[in-house]
């Protein structure tokens, strides 16, 4: 299943061949791994229209439906996997509310403002896999990056939150997250566990989870993040 290098992660028909074989994966954390931190950053309104970039076959949508989370929208770029997930658990599963879209999240399709809440885990560090030099990231990766943030920040309501989970080293991310079109801010929290990754949340207000390390970029929107070591490898 692991491809011969790593740039095979950059294209879609490795992820589409790919989930034709293969039924479930949870990539660097599950759901019960950063389940306290999800709803500590998550809105109290379990209601709140999110969206989950890069699902693949996890079961972080299910995993939060199964929390009560029952607006949910999950796309990937992998139509085999999209189909897979439908009669997993929409069409013959139990929960109709959990909504699938084969969808590019360098081209997505929804309006401005849609979603209350936007989740990656490990999608992004799809995008950054074959960045040769973190310090030092090359014109192409650089435009994944921000290509992907300019969609996740115009689905995203004024107010709304960007959370995140990768293995990325926070101080390699900054650079794209914290450019200054998206007018986020950056705070970060460290949790053990595994081998050590990261869950991050930008948003637009402050929780009790913003930390004294955040500081303000501007004076109508603050980002926060939060750092969390987890499981599995990427
Ligand atoms: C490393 S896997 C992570 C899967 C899942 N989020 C998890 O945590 O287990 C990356 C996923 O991102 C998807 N993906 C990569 N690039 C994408 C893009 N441009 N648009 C939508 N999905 C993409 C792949 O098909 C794959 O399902």
Redesign the pocket.
């Given at each position: 299943m692991e491809p011969k290098e790593n740039a095979e992660y950059l294209k879609q028909e490795y992820?589409n061949e790919r989930f034709t074989k293969e039924d479930h994966?949870?990539?660097?954390v599950s759901y019960k791994d950063c389940k306290q931190q999800f709803q500590e950053a998550l809105p109290e309104d379990k209601m709140h229209r999110m969206l989950i970039?890069?699902?693949?076959n996890?079961s972080?949508g299910y995993d939060l439906w199964a929390d009560g989370y029952h607006n949910i929208d999950n796309?990937?770029?992998?139509e085999s996997?999209i189909q897979k997930m439908k009669d997993k658990y929409s069409e013959g599963g139990e929960c109709s509310e959990l909504r699938w879209e084969t969808?590019?999240?360098?081209n997505m399709t929804y309006e401005d403002g849609t979603f209350d809440v936007v989740i990656d885990?490990?999608?992004m560090?799809?995008?950054m896999t074959d960045n040769q030099d973190p310090w030092n990231p090359s014109e192409e990766v650089s435009e994944r990056a921000i290509k992907t943030l300019q969609n996740v920040f115009r689905v995203l309501k004024k107010d709304g939150m960007f959370i995140q989970i990768s293995f990325d080293q926070p101080h390699f991310r900054k650079k794209f997250l914290l450019d200054s079109q998206f007018n986020w801010e950056f705070s970060q929290k460290n949790i053990d566990h595994g081998l050590g990754y990261f869950i991050r949340c930008y948003n637009n207000r402050l929780t009790t989870l913003d930390i004294p390390t955040s500081k303000k970029r501007n004076q109508q929107v603050i980002a926060k993040s939060v750092c969390q070591f987890g499981q599995g490898v990427?």
């Open positions: 992820w994966y949870e990539w660097l970039i890069g699902c693949g996890s972080l796309i990937d770029y992998a996997v969808m590019d999240m360098m885990k490990a999608t560090d799809v995008v990427c």
